[in-house]
């Protein structure tokens, strides 16, 4: 059984920082397209991802709006996915989600699978 696991949010100040971790059981984390999703309370979960990476080429995507501040990596080793977060602006609280597959799709392994969220709060 494939399981995502979540971990790393928190409250945070605006200009802080924030790592999120995926890890997962069942599967090797190195062996999919990891993304990260984001969703606002009371409202449907973000279609594209935050971020993603590639598991073949090590292809990465960001939002436009978290370009230069986000930075998201592989622990092999640890079968972990992260999600480097700096200089967070103040924002409405967000659940943060990692899921094996990327949209926009990017080129790599996918399997429909998503954890159960970590959720992330900036205040200003």
């Known amino acids: 059984q494939v399981q995502l696991v979540e971990s790393g949010g928190g409250s945070v100040q605006s200009g802080g920082s924030l790592r999120l971790s995926c890890t997962a059981s069942?599967?090797?984390?190195?062996?999919?397209?990891i993304g990260w999703f984001r969703q606002a309370p009371g409202k449907e979960r973000d279609r594209v991802s935050v971020?993603?990476?590639?598991?073949?080429?090590?292809?990465?995507h960001y939002l436009d709006s978290v370009k230069g501040r986000f930075t998201i990596s592989r622990d092999k080793a640890k079968n972990l996915v992260y999600l480097q977060m700096e200089n967070l602006p103040p924002a409405d609280p967000a659940v943060y989600y990692c899921?094996?597959?990327?949209?926009?799709?990017?080129?790599?392994?996918?399997?429909?699978?998503w954890g159960q969220g970590t959720p992330v709060t900036v205040s200003s």
């Open positions: 971020s993603c990476i590639g598991n073949s080429d090590g292809i990465t």
């Open positions: 899921a094996t597959l990327c949209r926009p799709v990017i080129n790599g392994q996918y399997l429909d699978a």
């Open positions: 069942g599967i090797v984390l190195d062996n999919y397209v």
